[in-house]
């Protein structure tokens, strides 16, 4: 074994230890694992208890782990081959062949935490449960089973393409499937069923999407820096600049899931669950120190040629980490403080009391806070202008009706995730469909017309290695990607956007997404998406695979807004209410009955399709008027290059037309008055015939 070999497996070492003794002493002081056993309650014994969050620990850090390795492979290293045949480097083929060995440990992983969690659940033994039939019967009606088994199998499938992938794009799609699979565990747990479990699911899903590659990507540039391979100063500084937005995100989002759980600060320390969240913050906040350092220090020191020094630092702050996730596991385990108060059956499906009467000015100001929504507008405006400032310093000018448009299209956001709306959203089916309007067919206009791929390809730098991919080549790619040409082909965006309303609405798919927080919020986004993608295609702002002629531009839009008038009609014409289980258990007392309300957010979606029909038809008529006028000062602009350049008249389609004329005159001249009469008496006769 070489000198650097060694060096990880002692750095692996030491943070597995870490790891293992805070793993230890949260459960010890949590009281999960000291807890009494009732007589005649089902106990799964002392194994689950321990067994349990070990392997709920040994699956956080292998999937960190191979999200690392991934990353490692898709965006530290460089890429070789150039444009023409972009392809994975040595070390970073090294780093996939790794990840797909991780990942085959993290699928094991998540199948042992699957075993003990069906133990826990029914109060079994080990040994029962995998003797007997509780396993298979039990998987699929727990959600934490279903969660574990989506996990097992998203492992297994990036542990088995891990193994021949050699291009830089296939490894990024591997990294997303891992990225998925970091989700349905931790959503499953005590966010789902916090009392501000839309918030607190939100919270949690950004936290883990923020903390895998942070602690994975340390430990892969670690590995990196401990075995002196090459390029350690850009791996480095590109794994630094991820850590930091990670950072800020799990700051952000441990702070509303803490704020979520413990409404009152005083259980910060009179809780066991707070204690814990408390150990948690502390060890956060000496991590940021570690990054500050690392910044500060380290950088400059691997950049003069140092690498001994991240190498030591890093294998600390490794260790801390993984002593933080041990921490984290044992925080999962211990339950948060009960509510003062016992939840009404509403507010246990909708995370808030049942609202008052609705009325337009509780629609205004009744405010609902949505993390999701709230996050991804302030990420696409802070984006957006940070483009446009840099094109101003640049001196390069960006129109400001594009800008306005963009934020205009952001503010439809918030107006209906933010406000009364998004509150009587879940127990109105009409002002779900004004919300589902607004995001499907007004707000994709606006950011549309926002032009935000022409932004990015103009404000992002090329990368700084010739023949790397940074932003802006990933973005060329994407956009000359043939997954593009057929998503964005006008008859595969049309279908998207059409199909998709009728196969959401009249399938149990409607009611599965409103029961569920994470199904709703996806349901909002595929809206937004599938009216962007069908908007981008039809007014062609921005580069697209396809661009459409203008007749044919309005053909589509003719041909496609008329369904959703018949979707409307079809709704306003049911004798069945839509999701009847969901509305009847949030049926409010002051409202009408389920169907008649039904029947309005028919006639909505009905009369909803003239708005963004007159917005496009403005749109798409003063953006042919523009291509006419510059095609025309085109024209001129060559015939006066002609004219200067003394070239020939046929070389410019205006000089050759302009000539042509003047030749038919000059021959009528020729000809005479005779000659010009038989020639008018033929070109009569033509006429007749």
């Known amino acids: 074994m070489s000198k650097g070999s060694l060096a990880v497996w002692r750095a692996g070492a030491a943070a597995l230890a870490a790891s293992a003794v805070l793993l230890v002493a949260g459960l010890v002081l949590g009281g999960s694992v000291t807890e009494k056993v009732i007589p005649g309650l089902g106990d799964a014994g002392a194994l689950t208890r321990w067994g349990l969050p070990v392997s709920r620990m040994a699956m956080d850090l292998l999937s960190a782990l191979t999200v690392g390795a991934l990353l490692a492979a898709a965006a530290f290293l460089p890429v070789e081959g150039g444009r023409a045949a972009p392809r994975l480097s040595k070390d970073a083929l090294g780093y996939l062949g790794a990840a797909s060995w991780i990942a085959a440990a993290w699928a094991a992983a998540a199948a042992a935490t699957l075993v003990f969690t069906v133990a826990d659940v029914l109060g079994q033994p080990v040994g029962d449960v995998l003797t007997g039939s509780e396993l298979s019967s039990y998987v699929g009606s727990l959600p934490q089973g279903t969660a574990l088994m989506i996990v097992v199998l998203l492992a297994v499938v990036v542990a088995l393409l891990a193994r021949t992938t050699t291009t830089p794009a296939a490894a990024f799609g591997l990294l997303a499937m891992a990225g998925i699979a970091l989700l349905p565990a931790p959503l499953t747990g005590h966010s789902a069923s916090a009392a501000n479990h839309s918030t607190a699911t939100t919270g949690v899903a950004l936290h883990v999407a923020a903390v895998a590659p942070w602690v994975g990507g340390l430990a892969i540039a670690c590995v990196h820096a401990l075995l002196r391979r090459d390029r350690l100063a850009l791996v480095t500084d590109r794994f630094s600049r991820m850590a930091l937005w990670c950072y800020v995100i799990v700051g952000a989002s441990g702070l509303v899931n803490v704020i979520a759980r413990l409404p009152d600060p005083r259980e910060m320390v009179e809780t066991d669950y707070g204690r814990l969240a408390l150990g948690k913050i502390i060890a956060f906040c000496l991590l940021g120190w570690f990054g500050w350092w690392h910044r500060t220090r380290t950088l400059p020191a691997v950049a003069g040629g140092r690498p001994g020094a991240f190498a030591r630092f890093a294998s600390v702050e490794a ?346 005159a000059e021959r009528d001249r020729a000809a005479g008055p005779q000659g010009a009469a038989e020639q008018q008496g033929a070109a009569e006769q033509q006429d007749r015939a």
């Open 319 to 664: 260790a801390v980490m993984a002593a933080t996730m041990g921490l984290a596991v044992a925080l999962a385990r211990t339950a948060p403080p009960p509510p003062a108060e016992p939840e009404s059956a509403v507010k246990s499906l909708l995370g808030y009391d049942m609202p008052p009467q609705v009325t337009p000015l509780r629609l205004l100001t009744l405010g609902q806070f949505d993390l999701f929504f709230a996050a991804l507008v302030a990420v696409l405006g802070a984006l957006y202008l940070a483009a446009v400032v840099r094109l101003r310093r640049r001196g390069d000018s960006w129109p400001l009706g594009r800008t306005a448009s963009w934020l205009i299209g952001l503010v439809t956001i918030l107006a209906v995730t933010q406000t009364g709306i998004a509150r009587y959203a879940p127990i109105l089916f009409s002002v779900h469909m004004a919300q589902h309007m607004v995001l499907n067919m007004l707000t994709p206009i606006f950011l549309v017309i926002g032009a935000p791929v022409t932004l990015a390809l103009r404000a992002l730098k090329p990368a700084r290695l010739r023949g790397d991919r940074g932003p802006r080549e990933w973005l060329t790619a994407v956009l000359h990607s043939r997954y593009l040409a057929v998503v964005a082909h006008p008859a595969v965006a049309t279908l998207v956007f059409v199909v998709s309303t009728f196969a959401l609405y009249f399938t149990p798919l409607f009611e599965a997404a409103m029961r569920n927080h994470l199904g709703h919020i996806a349901m909002m986004v595929h809206f937004l998406a599938s009216g962007s993608l069908f908007f981008w295609v039809l007014l062609g702002v921005d580069p697209a695979p396809r661009k459409l002629p203008y007749p044919a531009r309005l053909l589509l839009l003719f041909v496609t807004m008329p369904f959703h008038a018949f979707f409307g009609i079809a709704l306003m014409n049911m004798s069945q209410a839509l999701a009847r289980g969901w509305y009847t258990s949030v049926d409010p007392p002051w409202g009408t009955t389920i169907l008649h309300d039904q029947h309005t957010g028919g006639a909505i979606a009905w009369g909803f399709g003239e708005v963004p029909t007159f917005l496009v038809l403005i749109v798409l008529a003063f953006q042919w008027y523009v291509h006419d006028q510059r095609q025309a000062r085109r024209m001129d602009r060559k015939a006066d290059r002609a004219a200067k350049a003394g070239g020939r008249p046929e070389d410019d389609e205006l000089a050759a037309y302009n000539a042509r004329l003047a030749k038919l």
